[in-house]
């Protein structure tokens, strides 16, 4: 079944703009309903989270009229992290979940992603189904079936409480100064409370939304905020989060941030000598450094690549039976401990390893020299479809030729924006510039 509304991560889109409207949303909402409702009686239940947009208010109501007219019962979270939801629609038997966030990007997108009631998100095939039902029409509920909604306060406190439990058992924070840099997002009160409350001095960033702020100029996405913080005022570590805390980086006490690149490398590396590595593989997608490849290759441990996209990451994962995946871009998961990518999770188990090790975060970030990568973004639009042109596929052809045993070529569009992304690896600096500039340079001229 072909998806129009779906895209990598749920439905994404500009606040107020189809298909980021309350009435895409309220028949989203009832479209989900009549999927997972089974029966159309009364008892079934929905957990919905949001981050800190102001446009998620308005999501979150349409949501909930098209979740109980069709019989659903809802149970509104709160600002609360991606992970949290995955994690609160297993721990509150929930048939679904829903999370209200454009992840990383800025306050004026929004998006909506579904999970199943076992905590994952949905596959291609599910979210198909939904779309199918929301255009040929919904079957509402009788007035006697038609679901409630309320509020539960408790829900960030029980996801800070499970957070907790994954840091190693008997160690602490104590006497650790830890820059977090909330991105103004989901996470701006769970993630100082987690590490507060496992011992560490806090010092805080971006835990001030207001609607329009998160992401701005701070998080995962501009990670230089925290560093400088970090720099400022001596923290022995810095974690910077994205919007709805499914990402993260780690900054050391120098400054220098670490991507998921390197943060998959630690881990990896440390529990295939703990023999908690399942077969010895690392599920990562095509965008990981080739130098990680190299680094994995060298230790005996295998890496599975996907499409970009932390759900193929964890579908990849599940198929295979493999407990450790993510992506450059900083989503981390840990299948022994999440859903999906958990930011606060990941940057516990880098203080896990600082605690355990006794060494400081610069020692511990850098496991393997980059090959030089070079990535570039073209937007189009006006319904056009650039990698179609045989101009540019006869450029990107001799580029290909061009790299053949020297790095190699990735060419994409977005799952979330209207972009064309152009991106090659090679330790032939000039050769790297001079391919991904031609292709850019003809993918430009077809928009």
């Given at each position: ?12 889109g500009r606040a ?59 149970l509104l979270l ?130 001030k939304p207001n ?237």
């Open positions: 079944m072909t998806k129009k509304l779906f895209g990598t991560d749920g439905v994404r107020n703009s189809h298909p980021m409207t309350a009435e895409m949303a309220l028949r989203l909402g009832a479209a989900a309903g009549e999927h997972f409702r089974g029966d159309g009686l009364n008892g079934h239940r929905v957990v919905i989270g949001k981050d800190t947009r102001r446009s998620g208010y308005m999501l979150e109501t349409a949501l909930t009229a098209g979740l109980t007219s069709t019989g659903m019962n809802v709160g600002p609360v992290p991606t992970p949290a939801v995955g994690y609160l629609t297993r721990s509150m038997r929930a048939d679904m979940g829903i999370m209200i966030s454009a992840s990383h990007n800025p306050y004026y997108d929004n998006g909506i992603k579904f999970f199943g009631p076992d905590g994952f998100k949905l596959s291609d095939d599910a979210e198909a189904e939904i779309e199918a039902i929301a255009e040929r029409g919904i079957a509402l509920s009788e007035p006697e079936h038609i679901g409630s909604a309320r509020r539960i306060d408790e829900a960030r406190g029980r996801y800070v409480e499970y957070a907790k439990t994954t840091f190693p058992r008997g160690r602490s924070l104590s006497g650790l100064k830890v820059v977090i840099d909330a991105a103004n997002g989901a996470a701006y009160r769970a993630a100082p409370d987690v590490l507060w409350e496992l011992g560490a001095e806090v010092i805080e960033v971006g835990v609607g329009f702020n998160i992401n701005a100029d701070c998080g995962s996405t501009h990670p230089e905020a925290c560093a400088a913080k970090v720099v400022e005022v001596g923290a022995d570590l810095g974690i910077s989060l994205d919007g709805d805390a499914d990402r993260v980086m780690i900054v050391d006490e120098t400054g220098k941030v670490a991507d998921g690149d390197q943060l998959m490398a630690l881990f990896a590396s440390r529990w295939a000598e703990d023999g908690r590595l399942q077969e010895n593989v690392l599920v990562a997608t095509v965008m990981s450094n080739l130098g990680l490849e190299q680094y994995l290759g060298g230790r005996g441990i295998r890496l599975e690549r996907t499409p970009v996209g932390d759900r193929y990451v964890v579908e990849a994962m599940r198929r295979g039976g493999w407990n450790l995946g993510g992506e450059q871009s900083g989503h981390i998961v840990m299948a022994d401990y999440a859903t999906t990518g958990d930011g606060i999770i990941a940057g516990l188990q880098f203080l896990g390893e600082m605690v355990r090790t006794g060494r400081k975060a610069s020692e511990l970030v850098h496991s393997f020299e980059r090959v030089p990568q070079l990535l570039q973004n073209v937007r189009y639009g006006g319904g056009k479809e650039p990698l179609l042109a045989p101009e540019v596929l006869a450029v990107i052809a001799d580029s290909e030729k061009k790299l053949n045993g020297n790095g190699r070529l990735l060419i994409r569009k977005s799952g979330t924006e209207p972009l064309v992304r152009v991106m090659a690896e090679s330790t032939d600096e000039g050769l790297l510039a001079e391919v991904v500039g031609a292709i850019v340079a003809e993918i430009q001229a077809r928009v």
